[in-house]
């Protein structure tokens, strides 16, 4: 299990569920010439993708940053998804000496299913219930109105039952903007991917990173203009790229990723090059 150390924070990864994607989705416009030399696809012009929340503790709080995919899936989208590793967030927690009631907050970047999956697990008798019932859920207030109201396009991975349980001022909070959670973790909005996306930025006392979710889903990203076709606002990604990567490189922070299957952080250099990275 990887493990990054900002002094008085501490990072780990846990496994949500790891599926394979179309490579092609993965880069959108940008052709397969290229991106398959630093993310090589397989015959099905699949590439192999990690859902790896983040264990963030500071000493005094315990959060995750996403859930994966969790338990629910059916036989049918475990094919579709091409599962190779299964969602044990659970367990991982144990092996860390945590039990999921010891999670008091659960940043979500944004609702889609790989995820938000894991907000909602099914228990040993099958029935649903919160993977994190003591933790406030905080998500921001946009993306949690078009999870509630999606459109053609995004009721395809805003799934209702991901969030069954989940209770507005008992364990959701929506926030419009950017806000301190607690000292030295922020979020801030982004948008681009989706509408309410958000970035997760952790400030310790020997180091900082910054989590992008899907706004950097992978190494291979870090050009501007290498976004998914999954990005629903990509001229607005872009600019958000443009802006975020220069202000956390002259930073000297880590770029933590949810879905890199080569490196669970990294830091670069003004080009975007990779010269540091955590496996």
Known sequence: MAQLSLG???????????????????YGAVPKVLWQQKYPPDRDNYIKMLNAPLLVQTGEHNLIIDTGLG????????NIFRIYEPWSIP????????KREDIHYVI??????????????????????LTF????????????????????????TYWPDNFTGLSLHDNLETVNGDREIIPRVNIRLTGGHT????????????????HLADVLPTHTHTNP???????????????????LLPHYL????????????????CKIDPHGRVIHHIS
């Open 8 to 26: 008085n924070i501490k990072i780990n990864w846990l496994c949500g569920g790891n599926f394979e994607l179309d490579g092609g989705t993965m």
């Open 71 to 78: 338990n629910k899936l059916t036989d049918k989208q475990q």
């Open 91 to 98: 367990s991982d927690l144990e092996s860390l000496g945590l």
């Open 108 to 129: 979500l970047t944004h609702g889609d299913f790989d995820h938000a999956g894991g907000v909602v697990m099914h228990n040993d008798n099958g029935s649903p219930e």
């Open 133 to 156: 019932p003591n933790a406030l859920h905080i998500i921001q207030e946009a993306e949690w109105y078009d999870i509630a109201h999606p459109n053609a396009r995004s009721a395809h």
């Open 195 to 210: 509408r309410g996306h958000q970035l997760v930025e952790m400030l310790g006392s020997e180091g900082c990173a910054v």
């Open 225 to 243: 203009l290498w976004i998914m076709a999954y990005d629903n606002f990509p001229l607005e990604l872009i600019k958000q790229k443009e802006k």
């Open 250 to 265: 002259e930073r000297g922070c880590w770029f933590t990723f949810y879905h890199d299957i080569y490196m669970n952080a």
